[in-house]
């Protein structure tokens, strides 16, 4: 029991530390203030999309589950986006009457870090502001995994981090979902199957970011086992819907509220889970909106 509290204890510390990498809050706070209405939404639509995508990854990575008994696995999700070129800059247009309207190309928040500069009548100019110059967004979150009734078990994420650094922010990260076994109804099946849901909350700085992200989908398996270890592929086809709120003040102090809409995707996982004793780690590859990939370590019985 103590091995195991020291094991989650280590994976807590792993994730602080990578979340304390994400170079955002204060400083987009500025960045967007110049923004308001689809300027704002185009400059934060990359940094939306990796959230969604890193939140509904690394849900599973096994389809079996008992049917009954005590079974608990405490876990460390990574998951990252690398963003491309294209995820860099957004068509963005003047705003508040500048004069004459113009549409350039503008840097993303996660784009170049020089601001486009155009000018205007009168010797007025217009900065449309730079990004952050991001190749990957990377979130990391500490998971607990517990069955099982009747082939059902109950996953939780959780973490709340004061990080005390105005340039990163409070991240607050917290999910909760259920799995069901459906293999348990058959037999003779090759593969375990599973389905399940998920639902997750992140937020930001309390009011800059706060966003919500709902997953329903179905899950299968196959284990085999070799000398030391048991290797299982696993595959999951699910439904994710995401919704982001941003809420910020523009350059004159009047409050922004951006509602971001809510958008519904499908979702192939593809990934190898490998287990040694009551040590697992796993790997996987995520096709959706955006592709994602996601690691994980878990320590359970």
Known sequence: MVARTRCLAALGCVALVLLASIPVSAQIGDAISAYTGANAEGYLEPLAQAIGADLNSALFHSAHIPEGGLHVSLELGLMAVLFSDDDGTFMATTEGGFSPETTVEAPTVVGPLSAIIVPGDGGTTFAFPGGFDLASFA??????????????????????????????????????????????????????????????????????????????????????????????????????????????????????????????????????????????LFGEYNIAEQNSFAFGLGIGF
């Open 139 to 280: 979130l990391a979150a500490p998971q607990i995994r517990i069955g099982s009734f009747k082939g059902t078990e109950a996953m939780f994420r959780y973490l709340v981090y004061d990080t005390g650094d105005i340039e990163i922010g409070d991240v607050d990260v917290q999910g909760y979902g259920l799995r069901h076994s459906i293999s348990q109804y058959f037999t003779g099946l090759p593969v375990n199957i599973a389905a399940g849901f998920m639902y997750q909350t992140f937020k930001l700085d309390e009011d800059l970011i706060d966003a919500t992200s709902f997953s329903f989908g179905a899950q299968a398996s196959m284990k085999l086992p070799l000398v030391f270890a048991v290797i299982e592929p696993y595959a999951g086809l699910s439904l994710d819907t995401f919704k982001m709120d941003v809420e910020y003040d523009d350059d004159d102090g009047d409050p922004v509220l951006i509602q971001f809409d809510s958008r519904s995707t499908a979702h192939l996982t593809l990934g190898l889970h490998a287990r040694v004793t009551v040590v697992s």
